[in-house]
């Protein structure tokens, strides 16, 4: 079976009940999976890495002996109660899905240890993967798509996390943090970490924008934001730069899309504020953005219309769903779009 809202996954990891024998996390963000597999594994079993009760596999085992996978989803808990078998691959690899997908049928068919959860933690799975489809008709399994985190998703995390910590940020702070915030959540916790360590852990204290200017200053040059903002600035080699570097620190393209399509909606925002009667400078605060970077981006809301923003838009729209295709070539194609948009500036005079 799926479970793919919010809530319902928020159940199923506290405590997936007796009749659920496996589940299989899968997606592009191996953060997300991660940490439901890890709150998951926590549900199913009191020590997770006990070793006499928790077997941890992953592809290498699978290729070493084939029959290592059956084996452990056979044997029984030395100490009674809940066996937990974990297994981690990559998912583009057919013959590994075909016999993972084999072994997850069998568990569920009763022909091994009915004690035994199966876990599988793996990359993104298309529509045609073998364990997907087992998965997904079987009522004693729970297949988890894990997507990368939306806006929202970054700010509960941040909340969450600050609020541990006896700090909070204001809602201007907080909106600025997330957009410069990356979608992967494993770089994402690591940023929210930092900051915490950045105002000081057990402050009882709300920063605003202006406490968080250390922060974004050390922040590194390789952000999404900083690409989408070259990119409506109208210039391409910097936009084009800044994204190789966000690759190279493990940024994905369907995340520099998004971050260009943050950034079209706040020029949106800031146009139709302006439009409405609002002073530029006071749209901008009120849209989040920072002030350092005020000036260019006022420039660059009076240079982009509504109309020539949503044709921009169109580009990302078509952009976003053509990263998303399973094997595509996603960083290539936000770099075209950056360049896109890059040329679309400079046609505007920027």
Known sequence: MIVQRRPDIDRFLAGPGPQIRAAVLHGRDQGVVRERA?????AVTERPDDPFNVAILSEADLAADEGKLDGELMALSMLGGRRLVRLRIAGDKPAVDRLVAGALANHLKD????????LVEAGSLGRDSALRKAGEAAPGCG???????????????AREALAADKLALSAEALDTFIARLPHERGVARREIERLILFLGPGRNATAGLADLEGFF??????SLSEAAFDAFGGRPAAAHAGLRRAGQEGESGVGAVRAMGMHLARLRRVAVLHRAGEALQTAAKASGVFW??????????????????????????????ACKRAG???ALLAERLAL?????ARRLGL
């Open 143 to 157: 297949v988890i798509p894990c997507y990368e985190d939306e806006p929202a998703d970054l700010a509960r995390l």
């Open 328 to 330: 595509s070539p996603d």
């Open 111 to 118: 022909r091994f240890n009915p004690e035994a959860f199966f």
């Open 340 to 344: 896109s948009i890059a040329g679309r």
């Open 292 to 321: 350092k970077q005020e000036r260019e981006f006022l420039r660059q809301v009076q240079a982009w219309s509504l109309a020539e923003l949503d044709g921009a838009q169109d580009d990302i729209l078509a952009a976003d769903r």
């Open 38 to 42: 890890q709150t998951l594994a926590a």
């Open 217 to 222: 200053g050390v922040e590194p040059e390789a």
